[in-house]
């Protein structure tokens, strides 16, 4: 067998090797927890082809909505409290207004009709607590609210149904994985599983 032939048969298994490991393209995307802590916190991942995931842990917060006259309404922050009305000012499409956040716009406008639907991003003026917001309002009343507190570079291999993540800082995660269009379910410190919603 000639040299020119034995070097493309080693291409040949070395891309078949690389194919072998590379993830679904369900995997790909932005993910959040399903179930979050008594005070509301859970885990933000990103992953991206390549074998790499941002990681951000952060208030992960899903609520209902209502927009009367010029204030946008939300459920009481605390049992029995009030519920928590804040202004509302629209800037065109794309810019909008709550209370001292200004959110601009990602992506398309939904629903031309209903200017609130959507994936809006804006920065926080606080000091000590998460640097930017990032408000989902869907039909029906429906939102989302994350606020990541820190956003750190990780890695993450699959081999067949089996995955390893490795954030910094943190021990290696490793076993199955299942993932769907939206939903998907990860090894997490020790032995335990971390169920995740696309967003």
Partial sequence: MSGSIKRLLALVALAGVSAGQQPTPELL?????AEVSTTGLGTILHFQPGGTVDYSPGAVVEMTYRIEGKEIIFPPDTIK???????LEFNGQNQLRLAKVTLQRQGPAPDAGNPILGEWRGKLEAKDGP???FYFFYPGG?????LPFQTTP???KINGSSMRLEIPGQPPAEGAF??????LTIPGAGKTRLRL???
């Fill in 142 to 146: 429906k939102c989302l609210l994350l």
């Fill in 29 to 33: 995307g932005r993910w959040r927890s």
């Fill in 197 to 199: 919603r696309r967003y």
């Fill in 81 to 87: 409290g009030p519920e928590m009305r804040q202004p």
């Fill in 154 to 156: 990780g890695r993450y």
């Fill in 178 to 183: 299942q993932v769907t269009a939206d939903s």
């Fill in 131 to 133: 640097p930017e917001a």
